[in-house]
């Protein structure tokens, strides 16, 4: 693991303890699952999106999309973001920031081929 190499875990560990938040790693093995395959589930949402990106590049066309629809998932995307921050939530804040990107590249996909 890769916490126990460069001492991080430590560091995690002792944070957690000290703003009372459950432990880390978790004794139960359901909830270290969770822990474990948090960070590739934050980015498989968003990859999967990039099929959709592709076909509207290589098609050169947008036409079915909604415009406004995109721009306004953006809001509540920066709004997770924030709070990932404010938590210090790194998979909250790496799959609200990947959803941003790809949400930024169909707006402008539809700007470009509308």
């Not at 998932?73 to 609200?96: C, M, N, Q, R, T």
Request: aromatic residues 12%; proline residues 6%; without cysteine.
């Amino acid at each position: 693991m890769i916490h126990d190499i460069t001492g991080l875990h430590h560091f995690h560990k002792r944070k957690r303890i000290y703003l009372k938040h459950e432990l880390y790693p978790h004794p139960n093995k359901w909830k270290r699952l969770l822990d474990t395959i948090i960070y590739p589930v934050a980015l498989i949402g968003p990859i999967l999106a990039i099929p959709q990106v592709l076909k509207i590049w290589s098609e050169k066309d947008a036409s079915s999309i909604a415009l406004i629809t995109w721009v306004l998932l953006i809001i509540p995307a920066f709004l997770w973001v924030i709070y990932g921050f404010s938590h210090k939530e790194k998979p909250i804040i790496l799959s609200s920031s990947a959803w941003i990107l790809i949400y930024l590249l169909v707006i402008t996909s539809k700007i470009i081929y509308g």
